[in-house]
């Protein structure tokens, strides 16, 4: 199944945001990442596998910075 | 013991806390923010919600503004140091502890110090007012002096600052938990708060709420991101968060804030402030004592009182007291600026404070104590 990798860089917004998600009905949970191609090294992401778009929407909405979003 | 130093921590902390502290160095023993493994991430959650509920409490924008520091202390340094620049100009209070006043003679700053009227508030906010200049970068001030209890008014000094575009600073360490605080409505721009007095939480740890970006930072260094780059990391609450979390700390933060709540500050505030006016009173009848202020009054006034014995060191008096079994704290109290302001510079005071834990049976005791022959004879002991 195909999944999206929302980096928010810290665990702070990466759990906002995962929690903004829930309480929206989307899926989400939390993981620890190596960033891709020109970022800065480690840090957080949200990571769901559904209403990608919806999830973007909201996530921007909250003021949840988004650092780079990846598919798998 | 009878423990009338609150101020400087509350004396007894509620069980839940004390809990909650042993669950979490069994049960949260992983470091937040740092790795990817399922108790990492279970850690990293219940700090979030610890945020959230800091948040709350004080009304702040959004769990990310809540950057939990060493201690009060730390947090004021982080507001003064990394706001403060070259030029700029700061007024602080009459009552400033040294939390504040160090960091500035450190920094090298200008400041002008505002003369808090014991009876007018009204005074107080023009005496911040006329010091103004057009450099005046921040006005940082204390909620209440924790040695003469007076409480300033905050909300107003706050709103002065928000139409003369000036940021708004705060020491809430004598405050938190005596009084609500709502960071909007007071238009607080950085709260530096003791968690571990009013909130009775336990000691290890400080709340900054940073309602406004801090432009630099006190304390660099690993963040769990952004690892390639060596500079600090701009996201909050993690810029101002480098090392380890005090994380055993801040999870007793929670049923701190809960215990708060259910008692609700009203109440807390109203049995504090009735035990310190006993006091007040029947220190007040006595010729051989000397107080400071007027009667604390309800509004104007946290829980703690200053007084001496005349002619009796305040360190001497606090001595005796604890020979007798109460706890109080005598000598300058960490606050120079505020005996010197008074008039207390040479002699120090002796400094009662409340807490939801003293009962008006302590309040009777140590009345009863001050009134008996051998108090006094010690007393007069230690003058000869």
């Known amino acids: 199944m195909k999944k999206y990798i929302i980096t928010t860089g810290t665990v702070t917004y990466a759990i906002k945001g995962k929690d903004i998600l829930k309480r929206n009905g989307i899926k989400a949970r939390v993981e620890r990442i190596m960033s891709g191609k020109g970022s800065s090294g480690c840090g957080y992401s949200i990571i769901i596998e559904n209403d990608f778009e919806k999830a973007l929407g909201l996530l921007k909405s909250n003021g949840i910075k988004i650092l780079e979003v990846n598919e798998k | ?384």
């Open chain 2, 1 to 384: 013991m009878i423990y009338f130093d609150n101020a400087a921590t509350t004396g007894a902390k509620p069980k839940a806390v004390i809990d909650t502290l042993s669950k979490a160095l069994m049960e949260y023993n992983a470091n937040p923010g740092r790795s990817g493994h399922s108790l990492s991430l279970k850690t990293a959650d219940a700090i979030y919600k610890v945020r959230e509920k800091v948040a709350s409490f004080f009304c702040a924008s959004g769990p990310e503004r809540v950057i939990f520091t060493l201690n009060c202390t730390h947090s004021i340094n982080c507001v003064l140091k990394g706001v403060l620049g070259r030029g700029d100009h700061i007024i602080v209070s009459s009552f400033e502890h040294n939390a504040v006043m160090r960091p500035l003679k450190k920094l090298r700053v200008n400041y002008s110090v505002a003369a808090v009227s014991l009876t007018n508030d009204e005074q107080t906010v023009e005496n911040f007012r006329k010091a103004i200049r057009p450099n005046t970068r921040m006005i940082f001030c204390t909620g209440a002096s924790n040695v003469f209890g007076k409480m300033l008014p905050i909300a107003q000094i706050g709103k002065l600052c928000r139409e003369r575009g000036i940021l708004f600073g705060v020491d809430a360490a004598q405050i938190a938990g005596v009084i609500p605080i709502d960071v909007k409505e007071m238009c607080i721009d950085f709260l530096c708060v003791a968690p571990h007095k009013g909130l009775y939480a336990p000691m290890g740890c400080g709340i900054l709420i940073s309602e406004k970006n801090i432009p630099d930072t006190v304390l660099e260094g690993g963040t769990g991101t952004n690892s390639l780059e060596l500079s600090q990391p701009e996201f909050y609450p993690e810029k101002h968060e480098s090392g380890t979390l005090s994380v055993p700390i801040i999870l007793g933060l929670s049923p701190a804030i809960d215990y708060v709540e259910k008692l609700g500050i009203e109440k807390i505030y109203n049995h504090e402030l009735t035990l310190a006016k006993s006091v007040y009173s029947a220190l007040n009848q006595k010729e051989e004592i000397e107080l400071y202020t007027p009667e604390p009054m309800k509004g104007s006034y946290a829980p703690v009182i200053s007084f001496n014995f005349k002619g009796v060191d305040s360190t001497q008096t606090s001595r005796i007291l604890s020979d007798f079994g109460v706890a109080v704290r005598g000598g300058l109290h960490c606050a120079p600026t505020a005996h010197n302001y008074i008039g207390t510079l040479g002699s120090g005071t002796v400094r009662l404070s409340f807490g939801t834990f003293n009962t008006s049976n302590e309040v009777n005791r140590f009345k009863g104590l001050i009134n008996s022959e051998n108090f006094s004879k010690k007393l007069k002991i230690s003058i000869e």
